[in-house]
């Protein structure tokens, strides 16, 4: 009788559902535990209507290795929509053994205390399809991760998004080859470690309001987009790891977030900006990866960090810190960087014991001769450039070791530096009289210029300074007991020139693939990529003279263009099975085509520059407007693509003004067939398509793409006008095959 209530009871305690399958919209409020299988649910218009739905309190859900599909139609990750799982409003539940991709937002955490998510594979959910080519970037590709106090970042979509969520264990996921691998939203407390966040074409992992996370031995590369090796390294604003607004004493260890667009990406926020007070204060990098990175390994701003041991390699900026206060750059290996260390109008900061090899740039520290009079910030906080240390260091191999600008207080000693062209350079009077002593300098050819070398050191201790802080006192994070090593094996390709874009994202190095490597005039180079197996060609259009039809991997082609206006490449592979850049799994030795194709006219487009001034401004003045471009331009070009973004004046010259300017663009186009026409413009364009208005957007707007179905069957004339109304402005003209 007594063992009778006992199994009574433990029934009761620990409610377990033994479930042979699972319905659409169900709601799952007691522990479950599947035995595998494969659901096919389609995703919902709105994130408002999940597929499943998880609540309750100390919940297991295991789902035995099953498998949630979402949108059919795979090769379209653009078009994935909706909510695959929703947790909300429990503590205490797990959820593990599960495979969801095809959705726009795989699994959603709402206001859950102590949740765990594991051996969990999120890869292959939305990613939208870039417009940015090999040759030319669109300026519509660009991120922007600033605001999202109205969950903003849900519009982006990601494997997984926790808000409001306490205590959480993320580990063993995978979330690759989308868009957003895990977002949080005032997360507090969270250990995320041994997992895999990678080859996504926007952020690894990105957090906002989120303080004394631990974020360790994760696998955070190729988060990127922006980047053509060569011809254009934007970044986008991807990263490996971004955390934004008041994100506070969050741990970074044992990471490696390598060939991101940023490896780290750390904004203050936008209440920082606006009142001069917080930041995202007291964050530690420790012992991560944050090489080759098209813009910065690191940047960190108007915060105050903790930056130690870490690898910075062949980045744009090693670190870029502008507006840092009172942080340690310590015992960090940089080498190949454009710029090592920058730091604009940063104060009472300490670069100590770091190794610096064949930087151009070692160190560059300044301050703007005027700082924006809209910013807050500045106004409310002395933001001069003032009060460093850098003692401990080695240098060697640099164009510059240590340029100073309009900075104060540059106490610069203990230093080994060989092997450099120049030793210090000094601007402005401010930046004089610096204290640089006791540093031991060998085949260094030029000591510089406008410096007056303190060399004894009783002297500069007539300068007040920081004391020296270095590591003491602070709690480093030691390797987890089953971590796992996060950093790139010898054996995988490593460097900038293998951030290899495609249409959706980075190439992951598991597929065939075929590629744009060079173009010289007429003459073009396709890289064939892929991991074994061979490939033939079997088709070809709009090129002539291919260099060879059959090889192995890797192997390259030459080819020179022909006639008409669609390039196309089409290979067919056979060999070991692979997953497909769609997450497709194809068997060994069934053929497989991939390919390379393009829409490329032989249009020449005929472009006009005038100025225009607040009298005959478009939008107050439509009829003077139109008198101005019906006068004589200030320059007329000829190209073969209608493709600009202007930070300054067109063209470099000085006679159009940066501001206020507009174009008009005309080609002949013969084609036949049906096309989209895509158009990025900023600010206002108009296109006709033989006389007939086709699109007007005649605003001022951000960059902004509307992409036109046409039909066309013959000659057709295009004729645009645009114009900018001031600041960054941009056009972008391209015929794309309709899918």
């Known amino acids: 009788m007594k063992r009778l209530i006992f199994l009574l009871w433990f029934c009761v305690a620990v409610p377990v559902l033994a479930q042979s399958s699972l319905k659409q919209g169900q709601v799952i409020q007691q522990s479950l535990t599947l035995s595998g299988g494969e659901y096919r649910f389609s995703g919902a218009d709105s994130l408002d209507t999940p597929v499943l739905t998880i609540t309750g309190n100390d919940l297991t859900i295991d789902f035995g290795g099953a498998v949630i599909l979402g949108n059919a139609q795979v090769n379209r990750p653009e078009t994935f929509k909706g909510l695959g799982v929703l947790i909300k ?15 726009k937002v795989a699994i959603m955490a709402e206001n859950v205390e102590n949740l765990t998510i594991e051996d969990l594979n999120a890869s292959y959910n939305y990613r939208p399809k870039l417009k940015s080519l090999r040759t030319r970037e669109n300026i519509d590709d660009w991120l922007s991760f600033h605001q999202n106090e109205k969950d903003e970042w849900l519009n ?42 990678s080859f996504n074409s926007g952020l690894g ?7 004394q996370n631990r974020i360790l031995h994760n696998r955070l590369d190729w988060n990127v987009r922006g980047y053509s090796h060569g011809f254009y390294q934007r970044g986008q604003d991807s990263a490996g790891i971004l955390i934004y607004e008041q994100s ?21 926020g936008q209440t920082t900006m606006d009142t001069g007070q917080g930041g995202c204060n007291d964050n530690l990098l420790y012992q991560n990866d944050f090489s080759h990175a098209p813009t910065n390994g690191i940047e960190v701003t108007f915060s105050r960090s903790i930056i130690l041991q870490n690898r910075i390699h ?15 750059v310590q015992g960090n290996d940089f080498a190949e960087n454009r710029i090592a260390i920058a730091i604009e109008h940063g104060q009472y900061n300490q670069v100590l014991n770091n190794s610096f090899r064949k930087d151009q740039t070692a160190i560059r520290l300044w301050q703007r001769e005027k700082e924006p009079e809209d910013w807050i910030y500045a106004q409310k906080r002395d933001t001069r450039s003032r009060f460093y240390h850098i003692t401990g260091n080695r240098f060697a191999g640099h164009k510059t070791v240590l340029d100073v600008d309009r900075s104060e207080n540059v106490r610069f000693y203990g230093n080994e530096v060989g092997a450099s062209q120049r030793f210090v350079s000094v601007k402005n009077a401010i930046s004089a009289q610096i204290p640089v002593y006791d540093n031991r300098l060998s085949q260094v050819e030029n000591w510089g210029s406008g410096l007056e070398i303190w060399a004894d050191e009783n002297k500069s201790r007539q300068t007040t300074f920081a004391p020296e802080m270095g590591l003491k006192g602070l709690d480093l994070p030691k390797p987890l007991p089953d971590g796992v090593d996060a950093m790139l094996p010898k054996s995988h390709p490593r460097g ?24 010289a005039g007429d003459t073009y180079r396709f890289a064939v990529l892929g991991k074994a197996g061979k490939w033939r060609v079997q088709a070809v259009k709009g090129l002539k003279n291919l260099s060879t039809s059959s090889g192995g991997f890797p192997a390259t082609i030459t080819a020179t263009r022909g006639a008409g206006n669609e390039v196309a490449l089409v290979l067919v592979y056979t060999g070991p099975a692979f997953e497909t850049a769609f997450g497709e799994t194809i068997p060994e030795n069934k053929p497989h085509l991939f390919e390379t194709r393009w829409i490329e006219p032989a249009w020449r487009w005929d472009v006009h520059f005038f100025a225009y001034e607040e009298a005959s401004h478009p939008l107050k003045n439509p009829t003077a407007f139109q008198q101005v471009l019906a006068g004589n331009p200030i320059r007329s070009i000829q190209t073969r693509d209608l493709g600009y973004n202007w930070w300054r004046s067109p063209e470099n010259d000085p006679t159009i003004p940066p501001d206020r300017f507009a174009t008009r663009a005309e080609t002949t186009l013969e084609a036949a067939g049906k096309f989209n026409l895509q158009v990025t413009s900023d ?11 086709i699109l007007e957007r005649w605003d001022i707007h951000v960059p902004t793409t509307d992409l036109i179905p046409l039909m066309l069957k013959g000659k057709h004339k295009i004729r645009v006008e645009h114009f900018e109304g001031g600041g960054f402005a941009c056009l972008d003209v391209q015929l794309l095959e309709r899918q």
């Open 89 to 103: 409003n429990g503590k205490n539940i797990r959820l593990r053994n599960l495979t969801i991709r095809g959705y």
């Open 156 to 197: 982006y979509g990601m494997a997984i998004y926790l808000k409001d969520c306490q205590n959480p264990t993320i580990r063993r996921v995978a979330a690759t080859n989308g868009f957003n691998g895990l977002m949080l939203m005032r997360v507090n407390g969270g250990l995320i470690y041994n997992n895999n966040f």
């Open 205 to 211: 992992i990105g957090m906002y309001r989120s303080s």
């Open 248 to 268: 506070n004493q969050n741990q970074f260890a044992f990471n490696s977030a390598t060939h991101s667009g940023d490896g780290f990406f750390l904004w203050a």
């Open 314 to 328: 062949e980045c744009d900026h090693g670190i870029w810190g502008g507006y840092s206060f009172e942080s340690l």
């Open 496 to 519: 900038r020139k293998f951030i290899l874009m495609t249409a959706y994202g980075p190439y992951n190095f598991t597929y065939p693939h075929v590629r744009i490597d060079s173009l």
């Open 683 to 693: 600010d206002g364009v108009r296109v006709w398509l033989d006389d007939k208005l």
